[in-house]
T-cell receptor
């Protein structure tokens, strides 16, 4: 199974409030996990990736952080949200095939007001 | 780093017509080019991919072509149907047995009218 669970599905938060988006995956252990953001009218921007527990790499300096406390859990956080953090956040895992297809979750839509 | 450009941003066709979406990439070392389809409110799903050792790949009504010299690749959908309406993303990466980072284009919104 490549099932990816993301929650919450939608979230409306005020500027300055904290954020926690959770992603859990099923299937093989030690997956490569990713957080992407999709802003309105823009493509998929890679935010963070993780190759194992506690191993996080950041692609874009920003107001967000990520953590991987368990093998199949990937969390996206912020201490203080900005308006520009609004978007559709997608968690993904890489398949074990050579080409490494990405399987995406259903996404979490964040609106910061 | 890799940069992927995608055109057009929107594409409207009549049912039964063909649709073509084009992408260019900047890193000549990229050797893997997948296409993803994203339906409204959902995560993207892989529909077809191509590796740099082939120039064309087909899967029923969809095909992808790759021109390594020009560093561009295209998605072709024939006999379009309303259910093909979605946002399509191209991507490029360097295949690696370890971590792989896909760089995505900005997406094309395809609308197929009955």
């Amino acid at each position: 199974s490549q099932t990816i669970h993301q929650w919450p599905a939608t979230l409306v938060q005020p500027v300055g409030s904290p954020l926690s988006l959770e992603c859990t995956v099923e299937g093989t252990s030690n997956p490569n996990l990713y957080w992407y953001r999709q802003a309105a009218g823009r493509g998929l921007q890679l935010l963070f990736y993780s190759v194992g527990i506690g191993q996080i790499s950041s692609e874009v300096p920003q107001n967000l952080s990520a953590s991987r406390p368990q093998d199949r859990q990937f969390i996206l956080s912020s201490k203080k949200l900005l308006l520009s953090d609004s978007g559709f956040y997608l968690c993904a895992r890489r398949s074990r095939t050579f080409t490494g297809e990405l399987f995406f979750g259903e996404g979490s839509r964040l609106t910061v007001l | 780093g890799e940069n992927v450009e995608q055109h057009p941003s929107t594409l409207s066709v009549q049912e039964g017509d063909s649709a073509v979406i084009k992408c260019t990439y900047s890193d000549s070392a990229s050797n893997y080019f997948p296409w993803y389809k994203q339906e409204l409110g959902k995560g993207p799903q892989l529909i077809i991919d191509i590796r740099s050792n082939v120039g064309e790949k087909k899967d029923q009504r969809i095909a992808v072509t790759l021109n390594k010299t020009a560093k561009h690749f295209s998605l072709h959908i024939t006999e379009t149907q309303p259910e093909d309406s979605a946002v399509y993303f191209c991507a490029a990466s360097i295949l690696d047995t370890g971590f792989q980072k896909l760089v995505f284009g900005t997406g094309t919104r395809l609308l197929v009218s009955p």
